[in-house]
């Protein structure tokens, strides 16, 4: 069984410096039905104007991934960690326990596009903890290149979490495909371009929640590049 998400019905936050699509229930914008995927709990979609962004703010137990599709990111944070995170790039932050950090366009003069991701921990009071990786574009060309896992493998940052992320960058006309292991569980995001999920349409923001399906065959219609979370 596939559910779709469409692009369209996400909730939305604008101010005068944000632009944010969440596809799942986040901040003001509260829908019953869409509270998570499993232990995925957030997918946002943020721009952030040159120069501004998030001020210091808390967060404890939750696994939070950033991932930049435009433009540069900075972040710092309470354990002394700063770091500028930009297109190719994994973050990892552990809360924990707790944890603050700041997130700021990194540039005066050109916006930043992003996804933050929202796993919840396997456990909660772990010790807060930071990584960030960078993977080299030929290495997600035309496949699913692991990013994320339980216990780092292929040089993926360490989610602590049943929990793997996979990205991919396709050409239009190329297609990869995934197989899903009995009792797991699959969300699918599209991050640019144009897609086909087992022969239905997917444009860019669009999300879909993937079970009790064995296989699932991705085409690129466009150039295109996609995240796929294969959840416990």
């Not at 087992?198 to 590049?225: C, H």
Request: net charge negative; glycine share 12%.
């Amino acid at each position: 069984m596939i559910n779709f998400r469409d692009r369209l019905t996400r909730g939305k936050s604008q101010t005068g410096w944000l632009d944010s699509r969440h596809s799942f229930s986040f901040g003001d914008y509260r829908d019953p039905k869409q509270m998570g995927f499993h232990s995925l709990r957030v997918i946002n979609e943020d721009r952030v104007v040159p120069g501004a962004g998030f001020p210091t703010h808390s967060h404890r137990d939750m696994e939070i991934i950033t991932y930049v599709l435009e433009g540069a990111l900075e972040h710092k944070d309470s354990l002394g960690n700063g770091a500028i995170i930009r297109p190719g790039e994994v973050q990892r932050m552990s809360a924990g326990t707790g944890i603050q950090h700041s997130e700021f366009n990194a540039s005066k003069t050109d916006p930043v596009h992003f996804l933050q991701i929202w796993i919840i921990p396997g456990q909660t009071g772990l010790k807060p903890g930071y990584e960030q990786k960078p993977f080299a574009p030929e290495a997600r060309l035309g496949k699913l290149l692991r990013v994320g896992d339980p216990e780092g493998r292929d040089g993926a940052v360490t989610i602590h979490q049943d929990a793997q992320l996979y990205v991919s960058s396709l050409a239009a006309g190329s297609k990869v495909s995934h197989a899903l292991k009995p009792g797991r569980h699959a969300w699918l995001q599209t991050a640019r371009g144009i897609i086909a999920l087992n022969g239905t349409e997917m444009r860019e923001g669009d999300g879909a929640a993937i079970e009790d399906i064995a296989s699932i065959a991705i085409d690129a219609e466009t150039d295109a590049e996609i995240l796929l979370f294969d959840l416990g």
